[in-house]
């Protein structure tokens, strides 16, 4: 390999790494060598001059090797200092930093904070060269590992920062100019990839980035595991991107390093025939480059032959992404890495098979940073390339109310924001486009009437459930076009073929986290949505509706169409505990609320047959914390009468356990709780009223919305009694 004077690698012979280094990677790759892959050692060009910070150090760093950098493996820098007279001088009092500046010139300015990440040496593992870490000549050798750092399809390049006092202003000043990082298959290389369902279980769809390669035949290979290379199919794949000019507003429309970056081609193809319950390896790319192979299970069928078998769903909602420390990328959330770890650990081809992974809103935390939805997508990469993940619509996803909707891709020509709510600018001015673009959903056939919508909401089936997906960012009320085509999908389900129906969405219809009255506009959302939504879940004998938005894990007792607690009726677990930052740990006390956890976590979903349902919630290290099972639903035969706001009323009972769906009852017994329920509420929903009214009140909402909008008499008056209650 040609390599300059310097030890750094000419620009002409990086642009052909592909050609001459495509790897045996294809063939012996697997998921498991992603997670311990070895640290690639990068060593930086030699600097023939120190510079010396506040304290005296001073640094040399020498020539690269070995090369190319592999994308997500971490970086070790191997260094000389003369700053230091020990290791435990090196690591806690000195605060010099590495930083990372992607693409390369985005340092080069006279505005050096442009870096996408940074790693101060008191936070990264440092080795050394002799057990003091100090040689001769009182000059220390050591290596300095951070990262993992992703290939983001331009050229990136690594700054050493020293801190310096000059004229009594200490500063940070850049030890040289840096080095360009150089990735193997560099553009061209199959990045993020991740699997979906279409509807058709003969099929699944991997959808992955790279640089443009359309004229060099991208697509997917595929064959049955018994089968030899030769014997595998190729479909050809399509692709698409999107720009700046593409978004709502904000940061999102606007390009630096800390905006918006080119998001690459975002190409996808179909594998089609896939036998049901069969291994498939697949790997996908172009003649430029080509991912690793992998091993999937395809789809088990659909069409009733599956009645009596096990379909197993996690779930999950407001994850994030990890992996930087750059303190402008706000949402780096640690612990989903953990959440990503269990879904390896639950995820096992032959005995614990994973049907479907959702993830429930609030994916990357992005708000409009490029860079954190390539981090996203590497951290999620090596489960959603071995089981379908999909995805629904949160408010850090979508809400853009003060952006113009030009470019919304769900197509309303107005974002969603009722004044009774908190519908704000989460997204960043992102609108939805990078989820819309980088996931491809099931959709309705062609010419269907209501129609699904992209990311946005639609349905499929997962061997014996069926699945409908809701966006609790967009009007769901019985007058929009939504709830039509919610209330047709549900109408629409076979249940000899697909006895269980899960709904998702991001936001809670039933969630008791207290929050010291901060969290009024949530509570107003969560009761629109139930009388929106209670009696079309009973109506149709939805199971379970699954969300996340709180970050905590609650669990319902069944809910029936009047919107209480009842011997059967929908289940509603929140489950927004991926790894954001987690919520208050205090609860208010409602009958219907039989489990909260403050902890991270996943919910498994599993079937057992048309019988029994189990959930499941697992947390970061694997304990079960919460276990339901929920018994079949009937059809009603007559819907119950709907109280609108009415899901408070508290029944007679007081189990911690959720009562068994089609149990006998003492009807005089219930009607008489309930009578006494409603009348005790009243009773302290008009003191609370009376007592608030004196005291006065002001909201903001915790999550960040800002001061809750201006409502009209017709919105606030309905809510005020649940308000009062609640905050009692």
């Given at each position: 390999m040609k390599v300059g004077s310097s030890g750094v690698m000419d620009a002409e012979v990086f642009r052909q790494l592909p050609l001459q280094l495509r790897p045996q990677l294809a063939t012996r790759f697997t998921p498991r060598i992603l997670s311990s892959m070895l640290t690639v050692v990068l060593v930086l060009v030699k600097i023939s001059g120190l510079v010396s910070g506040a304290g005296g150090q001073q640094y040399v760093y020498d020539a690269i090797s070995p090369w190319p950098v592999v994308h997500g493996s971490n970086v070790t820098v191997q260094f000389q200092s003369t700053g230091y007279n020990d290791m435990n001088t090196l690591g806690q009092s000195q605060s010099d930093e590495v930083r990372l500046y992607c693409p390369d010139t985005a340092g080069s300015t006279t505005n050096k904070s442009n870096y996408v990440d940074k790693w101060a040496l008191q936070d990264v593992v440092i080795t050394f060269g002799s057990a003091s870490g100090v040689a001769s000549g009182g000059r220390t050798f050591g290596n300095v590992t951070v990262g993992p750092i992703i290939n983001m399809r331009v050229l990136c390049k690594l700054a050493f920062y020293t801190l310096v006092t000059k004229f009594g202003v200490t500063f940070y000043s850049e030890v040289s100019d840096g080095l360009n990082i150089a990735f193997a298959d560099a553009v061209w290389a199959p990045l993020q990839g991740h699997l979906s369902l279409t509807g058709n279980p003969s099929q699944l769809r991997i959808t992955w980035v790279s640089a443009n390669v359309s004229d060099h035949k991208p697509g997917v290979f595929y064959r049955k595991t018994t089968e030899q290379d030769s014997s595998a199919r190729m479909v050809p794949a399509t692709a698409q991107t999107y720009a700046a000019e593409d978004m709502c507003g904000g940061i999102a429309a606007t390009v630096g390093p800390l905006n918006f970056n080119d998001p690459g081609h975002i190409y996808t193809a179909i594998m089609t025939d896939l036998q049901p319950n069969t291994e498939y390896v697949y790997w996908y790319g172009s003649t430029r480059a080509l991912s690793p192979k992998r091993t999937i299970t395809s789809p088990q069928p659909i069409n009733g032959t599956t009645l009596n078998t096990t379909c197993r769903l996690i779930a999950f909602g407001s994850m994030g992404a990890w992996g930087g420390s750059h303190s402008n990328s706000k949402w780096w959330m640690s612990p989903a890495k953990s959440a990503i770890e269990q879904l390896r650990r639950q995820w096992n081809s032959r005995n614990q098979r994973v049907d479907l992974i959702t993830h429930v809103g609030d994916l990357s935390y992005a708000g409009g940073k490029g860079y954190v939805w390539e981090r996203?997508?590497?951290?999620?990469?090596?489960?959603?390339?071995?089981?379908?993940?999909?995805?629904?619509?949160?408010?850090?996803?979508?809400?853009?109310?003060?952006?113009?909707?030009?470019?919304?891709?769900?197509?309303?020509?107005?974002?969603?924001?009722?004044?009774?709510?908190?519908?704000?600018?989460?997204?960043?001015?992102?609108?939805?486009?990078?989820?819309?673009?980088?996931?491809?959903?099931?959709?309705?056939?062609?010419?269907?009437?209501?129609?699904?919508?992209?990311?946005?909401?639609?349905?499929?089936?997962?061997?014996?459930?069926?699945?409908?997906?809701?966006?609790?960012?967009?009007?769901?009320?019985?007058?929009?076009?939504?709830?039509?085509?919610?209330?047709?999908?549900?109408?629409?389900?076979?249940?000899?073929?697909?006895?269980?129906?899960?709904?998702?969405?991001?936001?809670?219809?039933?969630?008791?986290?207290?929050?010291?009255?901060?969290?009024?506009?949530?509570?107003?959302?969560?009761?629109?949505?139930?009388?929106?939504?209670?009696?079309?879940?009973?109506?149709?004998?939805?199971?379970?509706?699954?969300?996340?938005?709180?970050?905590?894990?609650?669990?319902?007792?069944?809910?029936n169409g009047a919107g209480q607690l009842a011997a059967t009726g929908t289940v509603h677990v929140t489950v927004g505990t991926g790894g954001a930052n987690l919520g208050s740990g205090r609860y208010k006390t409602f009958p219907w609320a039989l489990k909260n956890l403050t902890t991270y976590g996943l919910l498994s979903v599993e079937t057992a047959g048309s019988a029994t349902m189990t959930l499941n919630f697992v947390d970061s290290a694997g304990m079960v914390l919460d276990q339901a099972t929920l018994t079949q639903l009937a059809r009603p035969t007559a819907a119950p009468t709907s109280t609108p706001g009415s899901g408070t009323?508290?029944?007679?009972?007081?189990?911690?356990?959720?009562?068994?769906?089609?149990?006998?009852?003492?009807?005089?017994?219930?009607?008489?709780?309930?009578?006494?329920?409603?009348?005790?509420?009243?009773?302290?929903?008009?003191?609370?009223?009376?007592?608030?009214?004196?005291?006065?009140?002001?909201?903001?909402?915790?999550?960040?919305?800002?001061?809750?909008?201006?409502?009209?008499?017709?919105?606030?008056?309905?809510?005020?009694?649940?308000?009062?209650?609640?905050?009692?």
């Amino acid at each position: 390999m040609k390599v300059g004077s310097s030890g750094v690698m000419d620009a002409e012979v990086f642009r052909q790494l592909p050609l001459q280094l495509r790897p045996q990677l294809a063939t012996r790759f697997t998921p498991r060598i992603l997670s311990s892959m070895l640290t690639v050692v990068l060593v930086l060009v030699k600097i023939s001059g120190l510079v010396s910070g506040a304290g005296g150090q001073q640094y040399v760093y020498d020539a690269i090797s070995p090369w190319p950098v592999v994308h997500g493996s971490n970086v070790t820098v191997q260094f000389q200092s003369t700053g230091y007279n020990d290791m435990n001088t090196l690591g806690q009092s000195q605060s010099d930093e590495v930083r990372l500046y992607c693409p390369d010139t985005a340092g080069s300015t006279t505005n050096k904070s442009n870096y996408v990440d940074k790693w101060a040496l008191q936070d990264v593992v440092i080795t050394f060269g002799s057990a003091s870490g100090v040689a001769s000549g009182g000059r220390t050798f050591g290596n300095v590992t951070v990262g993992p750092i992703i290939n983001m399809r331009v050229l990136c390049k690594l700054a050493f920062y020293t801190l310096v006092t000059k004229f009594g202003v200490t500063f940070y000043s850049e030890v040289s100019d840096g080095l360009n990082i150089a990735f193997a298959d560099a553009v061209w290389a199959p990045l993020q990839g991740h699997l979906s369902l279409t509807g058709n279980p003969s099929q699944l769809r991997i959808t992955w980035v790279s640089a443009n390669v359309s004229d060099h035949k991208p697509g997917v290979f595929y064959r049955k595991t018994t089968e030899q290379d030769s014997s595998a199919r190729m479909v050809p794949a399509t692709a698409q991107t999107y720009a700046a000019e593409d978004m709502c507003g904000g940061i999102a429309a606007t390009v630096g390093p800390l905006n918006f970056n080119d998001p690459g081609h975002i190409y996808t193809a179909i594998m089609t025939d896939l036998q049901p319950n069969t291994e498939y390896v697949y790997w996908y790319g172009s003649t430029r480059a080509l991912s690793p192979k992998r091993t999937i299970t395809s789809p088990q069928p659909i069409n009733g032959t599956t009645l009596n078998t096990t379909c197993r769903l996690i779930a999950f909602g407001s994850m994030g992404a990890w992996g930087g420390s750059h303190s402008n990328s706000k949402w780096w959330m640690s612990p989903a890495k953990s959440a990503i770890e269990q879904l390896r650990r639950q995820w096992n081809s032959r005995n614990q098979r994973v049907d479907l992974i959702t993830h429930v809103g609030d994916l990357s935390y992005a708000g409009g940073k490029g860079y954190v939805w390539e981090r996203f997508f590497y951290n999620i990469e090596s489960v959603a390339t071995l089981v379908p993940y999909h995805v629904a619509i949160g408010n850090h996803d979508y809400s853009h109310k003060s952006y113009p909707s030009i470019n919304d891709p769900s197509g309303v020509t107005a974002s969603y924001a009722p004044s009774w709510g908190n519908f704000g600018d989460d997204s960043g001015g992102e609108c939805g486009v990078p989820v819309s673009k980088r996931f491809h959903m099931p959709a309705s056939a062609a010419g269907a009437s209501p129609s699904s919508n992209g990311v946005f909401w639609y349905s499929h089936n997962v061997a014996n459930v069926h699945m409908a997906v809701i966006s609790t960012e967009h009007d769901l009320s019985p007058t929009s076009v939504q709830y039509a085509w919610l209330k047709h999908d549900l109408e629409s389900v076979d249940r000899r073929a697909q006895p269980w129906v899960v709904v998702s969405g991001h936001r809670p219809m039933y969630n008791n986290e207290n929050r010291d009255g901060t969290d009024d506009a949530d509570l107003r959302v969560q009761m629109k949505l139930r009388d929106y939504l209670n009696q079309l879940f009973a109506d149709n004998a939805v199971n379970l509706y699954i969300c996340g938005h709180y970050h905590n894990y609650v669990r319902t007792g069944p809910i029936n169409g009047a919107g209480q607690l009842a011997a059967t009726g929908t289940v509603h677990v929140t489950v927004g505990t991926g790894g954001a930052n987690l919520g208050s740990g205090r609860y208010k006390t409602f009958p219907w609320a039989l489990k909260n956890l403050t902890t991270y976590g996943l919910l498994s979903v599993e079937t057992a047959g048309s019988a029994t349902m189990t959930l499941n919630f697992v947390d970061s290290a694997g304990m079960v914390l919460d276990q339901a099972t929920l018994t079949q639903l009937a059809r009603p035969t007559a819907a119950p009468t709907s109280t609108p706001g009415s899901g408070t009323t508290p029944p007679s009972t007081t189990s911690t356990a959720p009562p068994k769906s089609g149990g006998s009852s003492n009807t005089a017994a219930i009607a008489a709780a309930v009578a006494m329920g409603v009348l005790l509420a009243v009773a302290i929903a008009i003191a609370c009223i009376v007592w608030r009214r004196k005291q006065g009140r002001t909201s903001i909402d915790g999550r960040g919305h800002g001061p809750l909008p201006t409502m009209s008499p017709d919105d606030q008056e309905p809510l005020e009694e649940y308000f009062d209650e609640a905050h009692a």
